[in-house]
Nanobody
Framework: QVQLVERGGGTVQAGGSLRITCAASGRSFSNSAMGWFRQAPGKDREFVAAIRWRGGSTHYRDSVKGRFTISRDATKNTVHLQMNNLKPEDTAVYYC???????????????????WGQGTQVTVSS
């Protein structure tokens, strides 16, 4: 059974940093992309960042480029999202997702991801 478990959310002041982690288990993710999405109250879920397990290429939404970094640890089957210079508009529930065979043009599309974690709350106060 595939499981994605997020941890590391919390509350931080604007300008601060947080690192959230997704621990993946239950299958091989060597042919997968791992993504982070977020959903703020009253808004649609949106893409934040993704990384291809093989090769490690990364992709970001424009508003987090230069502030967020996605990385993976293949030995521990974990994916991290380091978030720096956080802004109040980054406040949301952050979800980890995994999907196989996702082409580059679809890597930001939530429907391409088969597996999802339960989410972790990130709150940035002004």
């Amino acid at each position: 059974q595939v499981q994605l478990v997020e941890r590391g959310g919390g509350t931080v002041q604007a300008g601060g940093s947080l690192r959230i982690t997704c621990a993946a288990s239950g299958r091989s993710f060597s042919n997968s992309a791992m993504g982070w999405f977020r959903q703020a109250p009253g808004k649609d879920r949106e893409f934040v960042a993704a990384i291809r397990w093989r090769g490690g290429s990364t992709h970001y939404r424009d508003s987090v480029k230069g502030r967020f970094t996605i990385s993976r640890d293949a030995t521990k089957n974990t994916v991290h999202l380091q978030m720096n210079n956080l802004k109040p508009e980054d406040t949301a529930v952050y979800y980890c997702a995994a999907g196989s065979g996702i082409i580059l043009s679809s890597i930001a599309t939530s429907s391409q991801y088969e597996y999802w974690g339960q989410g972790t709350q990130v709150t940035v106060s002004s």
